[in-house]
């Protein structure tokens, strides 16, 4: 393919700079719009990754400019330019959550089913090299048949107080990345169990939301899965996955910036804390979720999640907010 | 203090050589009578580590030779044998579970709350050192304050099928160890919630048992607890713990018998499986479970568990059980 | 700095690609001649990262276009192209060694001491963060009093036989990193102890040279360092330091790229082998050594190696290679 | 075997009380006489341990009641001592080393040759059960050919001034122990180099010895032997060794008697410093030490060492120290 991809952006916030960023590296690609209703953030993002910019979704799409769009917007926005992307017949990769309210994604399931182009979601540790080569050493066989699945997900600090009623909870915030880890190794939850405390953030619980959490997930063949979450974590982003089989364990251990361990007169064998967040732990995830995408709008066969994990993820996140509030197992079927 | 216990054993399986062994390393003790209904049994042990044999428990409390008796016999005698102690006077240690019907327990309640003896319960795991430091750590804020504790145990195998039906179930036979260590952490546990499967064992299925299974706690401030069970292991008994707190995280990795490890164009950095299983994992917990005890016996302060300890125990293994059959999280109430 | 630091490249071998890349990714330099004897080389690297081409150096310096140059060829044209640098004013990052022959390097040391442009060695591992962070810490007296360093470099594969005789054997070829890192701690080496061994290569031994070595170096306050060096590892590029201080130890241990670790029936906590080669293990250190050039080229405050410590590496290796010989340790002055 | 081995015990210093503690707790032997010329010593350790008490060592070796004997007596005694046993035809496990000079081992070389009885030197580490692992495990051909083995060894702190004069000196004292490891891996050690340094202990210096060293074996398969020593170590009794060969590498690393690991807003992953001293790390190595001179004594199978490797460790010890005073590399031959 000699021609280049073009991209248009839809959002410039933390996470659309990180698109643009990986965009720019990525020389199938090239960002031909940004789009924000903060111009002056498109215009930013611009300046420094090219593209022209507009305040207006409705004036990319009727550019005849972009290939593809990726949507880093707010999660209130999402829906509708799936569907706007869907109308003009656009690929999309669009940030998880597909929305905070099933039925407004349900709304759009069968016409994201019977799209012609790809819809695809940001899940971007699905892309981590180090998880992809468990989910793929799992699955040729190296520790047998998969039993219990442990995934820990320790955030090195609360989100801001204005950010949480937005956030749509924890679970859908947050633990819904984890969620749809599960799902990359068991794609068929049956049942969601979870238990949620308020431990140490006074903010957390006046917006009504915990900020800590255990899931309990059932796999169809009853493998159980659980989630270990934390809005917050002392000695960095804590991001690991225990695969417990038949024949053995593979572990995806905490990853560490720095080769050198000190030995001392109280303490030995120490290193430094782990790296500071996201934007680094997964930096080069972020990249191949976009190239994955591109790999999906030149018609390759690509491994980008798509609208039905989202709707996924979502139901899973929604159950879990039901188990936590009621105490109750509840039981999903995924493909109804 | 020169005199000796005298101490009385009652039951000489494999618990029962194992207090026998650690009686013959402390000094302060010294086996008077070992009493088993299997006379044979009895005979063998004694011939070992000294003593006289019985088959009926009444000659050993009646000869006034014991100062003290360990109950390592069969779970359906321990409440009968914890009551001939108190109306002995003669302190008694008996192993886990006190038994498997609560009902039986709370029949034993008060005359147990009213003795004038120590009545402690073997719950190992309790005196293995590194738990004991990590408890201490915890304790001394470490890590700030505690907010989740995540308990892996896994066995090597799967118990013989003819064991299953009198076990009690998983929660009772093997869990009930990590419910007490999490009370070991956190006495004052409020809720349970737990998910039982069946993913690898035929037998355990027919027996309507559980062979994996997820707990998880929680503490009167709130704090999860996460239990991870399987009966069985590949790679050796696994018997790991994570205090994750405020300001830090401590764990306690599983012991490796061998120092060295493996460098190969395969694999690097690899070691040994880890030890077989309890008597060698626990082999010094046990001998300090044993003292301990012998310094109640002497009337020195003492950290052994006790009969309430045993009694939470099952109370919260029987709520596991009650939320793994319906799915629903159990509030418990352990001062009741 | 508005304007770019215009870049003239001697060489376009392995090496030379390495450092090709490096300036495509800083944003401060831009290459603009490509100079290699074999005009094809020159033409394909300038095809992919810029500049003209010849196959003659003094086009390069005559052409008024370059304001720094980086030497990657062939050892035996060092010394001349530093001099014509010299003699250009134009500053210069010359790989390791200077020379095969300390005379010749001598012959130019004094130009080189007065020369008014920075010249900068290739020693890449100075610019590895682990060792950098390793330098910085032992300065910062984590580990009180530096006594002992010892350097572990053990090499995937021997070189082809074809490469040997123009070498200069494995003290000047491979050690020189070593003897350099020692400098890099202990500027100060008086003395100088070797033993080689052929033990596993038929093609070294043919060549005269030893195929494993063992270095014994002493500081000026009497410290010692220990450089390990063996041609070949079944387990893939090993590179360690060791710093024991009067207070304390720290280590650089060897950099794996996976965080995935296996348990299974035979083998526990085994993970993948490390990186394969220089180029993957040091690909940030050699940008940065670029990077860092330029900060000189710029007259900025810069940590580059310089012409003094790529003659006392070679003073060290020739050293070496001495010691190994006759079996004696060589007094050295490096200040002399 | 249903009779016991009668042992006598010369000297009752502190590594004269582990043998008599090993005794106890060996079921094949009884310790049936202490001597010492210090008598008082002597009836404190057969208080404790058992047997009759002199200061006089005819007396034992006449009183026809030992089977063995035991000299953990100071070094200038071992020589005679061993001879009395020879002529007495009782077996012995003398300490190391043999003697402080060369000469008087020699001059008792060809009687020992001859002797009808076991004469075992105490090499504690050959013992260990992590080096005989890795021993075992070379020998298995898991590294292919060995090519390099580095050996370190730290002692937590200097040994008390008043010991310097009489110990030999370090390699007599101290790296004997480390030669003697070399050759449990290569018996055939050809050549010795050896550099000494003054870098923390004023006291050492003062007795014309060295703190710290490094010594340069060399196999008669080329192989290349590194012992890194220091009379001190912050983080506590630091011992390793790395066996490199053609196919891979095995380490034992050092033993931590915690398993807690500790991760902080300032260091992640540490542990505990390591086991104070020799009696900790090698408590089970030198029970072993004497089960095995036992098996000889029984006319067992037996791998005790015996005269002939504590002659080569003093051998080694020597040129050691030659080589460390002279800077020349020492050729040396131990079938001599």
Known sequence: MTQQIRVGLFGTGRIGQVHAMSLATLEEATLTWVC??????????AAEFGGRVSDDPAEVFASGEVDAVIVASPTATH?????????????????????????????????????????ALGFNKRFDRHFVELRRRVGAGEIGALEQLIITSRDPGEPPAAYLPQSGGIFRDMTIHD??????FLPD?????????????????????FDSTVVT???????????LNSRHSAYGYDQRIEAFGS????????????????????????????????LERYAEAYRLEVAEFL?????LPSRSPGFEDGRAALVLADAAEKSARTGAAIAVDLSA
Chains 1, 2, 3, 4 share one sequence.
């Open 189 to 209: 939850i049956v049942e969601v169990s979870a238990r949620g405390a308020n431990v140490f953030s006074e903010s957390i619980r006046e917006a009504g939301d």
């Open 36 to 45: 924000d209703p903060y111009l002056e953030g498109a215009k930013r993002t």
């Open 179 to 184: 969620l749809d880890m599960a799902r990359y």
């Open 295 to 299: 790999r999906a709008v030149r018609g």
């Open 217 to 227: 997930l059932r796999g169809s063949n009853d493998e159980l899965v659980t989630i």
């Open 79 to 119: 829906v509708e330019l799936i569907e706007q992307s869907i109308d003009a017949n656009i690929p999309v990769l669009c940030e998880k959550p597909v929305d905070l309210e099933i039925a407004r994604v349900d709304a759009l399931r069968a016409k994201a089913a019977a799209a012609d182009v790809p819809i």
């Open 247 to 278: 024949t053995g364990l593979l572990q995806v251990a905490n990853k560490n910036d720095s080769l050198v361990r000190h030995w001392g007169t109280r303490s030995v064998e120490g290193t430094s804390p782990y790296q500071n967040f996201f």
